[in-house]
């Protein structure tokens, strides 16, 4: 069991200079480095003004005794955390402040993103989540504490994911591919039940929407996140689970999952050999994945700007593009006007399939 240190992580700024040393320094030694160091300094401000630098560096600084929070609605180990972890840890490296990863999981990311929507807009409190918290969740719950559009503030979208499906693959009716799923699932009508990381998730609507394509039924047993979403797929508690690659690649090359589809109209080039939804004669199932950051509504421009730019550094440094290729993740970077573009399609294409599907939670 995860130990209450494993849920609320600090990522502390490592020490540069041993104190004793500096009381051996003289006083015209120290004169000396102060001017150096001014001269130097300056030097350096004017160079990170030519990249735009600049300001973030002189708020770092002035900054430095605040810690920075990052609250994510999955739990630690999940497709979300992996990729928030990575991000603040290279933010720590850069700025050389404290970065605390939060994760509260639960109620399909609402809980988590209720939280940041009344933290204080200070640029120290943001929400790191997914598709359904920050752009569909209203849409289900009708009595919402928050509104993803209008209390939460665009940041910057960082990673995209494969979302697939898959079933447990060790069982001898287990389905090889979604033709035979499908029949299965026909044959044998009420009998089955599918997993979701939770309610109002991209994971929770897509399967919704899969049922009504394909003309079958499954009910819905929701999880707190991906992790306990796949290993009661792999324990066979449940028959199904559409979720993000990185959460199932593990067992799937372990053999103990099997990937029967790609739920998006980009294939990844992380699944070559696994078909598109599309290909397979279900053109609607179209729901691409993605990870974002956000922050409380009346967060000041100027410090939404300061925070996109520096991820933006991060998602731009070659160790990290690469540690999240690993996972099947692509960055996706960009300005806060193109996340909220993001989440104003994304809501665009969920509201009418809701509707339609009538799709409402208490």
Do not use: C
Not at 263 to 278: G, K, M
């Amino acid at each position: 069991m995860l130990s209450s240190s494993a849920m609320n992580t600090r990522i502390q700024p490592e020490r540069s200079q041993d104190e004793s040393s500096q009381k051996l320094w003289s006083k015209q030694r120290r004169l000396f480095l102060f001017r150096a160091g001014r001269t130097a300094l300056g030097s350096s401000l004017a160079a990170s003004a030519a990249y735009g630098l600049g300001p973030w560096i002189r708020t770092a600084k002035s900054q430095a005794r605040h810690h920075i929070r990052w609250v994510v609605p999955t739990p630690p180990g999940s497709s979300v955390d992996i990729a928030a972890r990575r991000i603040a840890e290279r933010l720590r490296d850069l700025d050389g402040r404290t970065h605390i990863v939060e994760n509260k999981p639960g109620a399909g990311g609402t809980i988590a993103a209720s939280d940041i929507a009344r933290s204080p807009a200070d640029g120290q409190h943001f929400f790191v989540g997914f598709n359904g918290p920050l752009a569909t969740a209203h849409l289900i719950y009708p009595k919402l504490s928050y509104h993803p559009l209008r209390d939460l503030k665009p940041v910057i979208a960082t990673v995209s994911q494969p979302h697939v499906l898959v079933v447990p693959a060790q069982s001898d009716d287990a389905p090889k591919n979604l033709s035979e799923f499908i029949a299965l699932l026909k044959s044998k009508p009420g009998r089955f039940q599918y997993a979701s990381v939770g309610n109002a998730s991209a994971s929770h609507l897509t399967m919704e929407l899969f049922k009504a394509e394909a003309g079958f039924f499954m009910l819905h047993i929701p999880y707190q996140g991906g992790p306990a979403a796949v290993l009661a797929t792999m324990q066979h508690q449940v028959h199904a689970l559409f979720t993000a690659y990185v959460n199932v690649q593990a067992p799937v090359q372990q053999g103990r999952l099997r990937l029967l589809a790609q739920a998006q109209d980009q294939p990844s080039p992380a699944l070559r050999a696994t078909p598109r939804f599309a290909d397979l004669g279900y053109p609607r199932m179209n729901a691409p994945l993605f990870n974002a950051v956000a922050a409380p509504a009346a967060t000041a421009d100027a410090l939404i700007e300061q925070v996109n730019t520096q991820i933006n550094v991060v998602l731009a440094e070659q160790g990290v593009r690469e540690a999240l290729a690993k996972s099947g993740m692509d960055p996706i970077g960009g300005s806060s006007q193109a996340m909220a573009k993001l989440l104003s399609q994304e809501e665009a294409r969920w509201a009418p399939i809701v509707k339609r599907l009538g799709i409402e939670m208490g």
